[in-house]
């Protein structure tokens, strides 16, 4: 497929239960061999998109493509390449782990056999492969999930809530593993509501709310704020606010613990506020960018929209 091609596309889908809308005028792009983070509260959307997307649910209205390819008009050749986890993934419990991906395999052929020793090590099953997935708390059966998707040497993986379950150890192995999967040029699709995971594994993200689609992109032009802040540590810092007001590269100014809390005017303003504290006496031994969390935007964004709603 096209690299420039998006892997997953929407235009328009929409999915009703009744008078509900579940899914409202979606339109989505997903970037090829990205690691891309589909972010709502639980309710807002997400795993009716997934269902949609692998044809186990029809849409009510709009389009949708994978891989390049129309579904789920040819949702059979494009699934032969794409590998998913909804919701909490089933396996025979009295079967162990690598006989449950031996099941798996015996459907897809003898490639798919070749691949379990490696699936296995790749989500850090390897040593519990013997042992009955009965046994398995639920972030192993999550990692077996994985595994059960890697035997068909996916282009795609879609995971819903693919970190639930898991402790912070498997949560920075499932981080890494989603690293060398788009290093070799597949594309991670994962739904969540734990948005600073989201911010550290994924490149770009889509963010759902009440079935709408509010915000896409990268996480970078995610956080980008509309004015920019600046943190300033300083000494006196009434006498420091009383300097910068009317300053031009300042658009408002108020303090903090340590000093005084800056939002820029103009994008370049950072240094016209240090020279302008320095120039007049005032010592200034920090000066640092304020970084909003992909949590804080979520919220902020959400808010907004519910707020416009009622």
Do not use: W
């Not at 003898?110 to 398995?136: F, K, M, N, S």
């Not at 949560?171 to 509501?193: A, D, K, Q, Y």
């Not at 935007?297 to 808010?303: A, I, M």
Request: net charge negative; glycine share 12%; proline share 5%.
């Amino acid at each position: 497929m096209n690299t420039d091609t998006p892997i997953i596309e929407t235009r328009g889908i929409c999915k009703a239960f009744g008078e509900r809308q579940a899914v409202a005028d979606l339109d989505l792009e997903v970037p090829s061999g990205s690691a891309f983070g589909f972010l709502g509260h639980n309710g807002a959307g997400k795993t009716t998109l997934i269902r949609m997307l692998l044809g186990l649910t029809q849409p009510t209205a709009g389009t949708m493509r994978l891989c390049g390819r129309p579904v789920p008009e040819e949702r059979a050749t494009v699934l032969q390449r794409v590998g998913a986890v909804v919701e909490e993934p089933h396996f025979h419990g009295h079967l162990t782990g690598r006989e449950n991906l031996d099941v798996v395999a015996a459907v897809r052929g003898p490639e798919a056999r070749g691949r379990i020793d490696g699936a296995l090590r790749r989500v850090g099953l390897h040593d519990r492969a013997g042992d009955r997935v009965r046994t398995y708390s639920q972030g192993m059966r999550q990692r077996l999930g994985i595994a059960r998707c890697l035997l068909a040497d996916p282009e795609l993986l879609i995971l819903d809530e693919p970190m639930n379950g898991l402790d912070p150890a498997g949560i920075l192995e499932l981080r890494t593993m989603i690293g060398e999967l788009t290093g070799e040029g597949r594309t991670v699709f994962l739904s969540s509501h734990l948005l600073d995971e989201v911010e550290k594994t994924c490149d770009a993200a889509a963010v759902i709310d009440r079935g709408r689609l509010i915000a896409q992109g990268p996480i970078a032009t995610l956080l980008a704020h509309e004015r920019q802040e600046l943190d300033v540590g300083c000494e006196h810092a009434p006498r420091a606010l009383d300097v910068l007001a009317g300053d031009p590269a300042v658009f408002d100014a108020h303090e903090t613990g340590d000093g005084v809390r800056v939002t820029l005017a103009v994008a370049d303003g950072a240094a016209a506020v240090n020279a302008r504290l320095v120039g007049a006496g005032i010592a200034v031994f920090r000066l640092e960018p304020v970084r909003e969390s992909l949590e804080q935007r979520f919220l902020e964004v959400t808010t907004r929209i519910g707020a416009a709603q009622s």
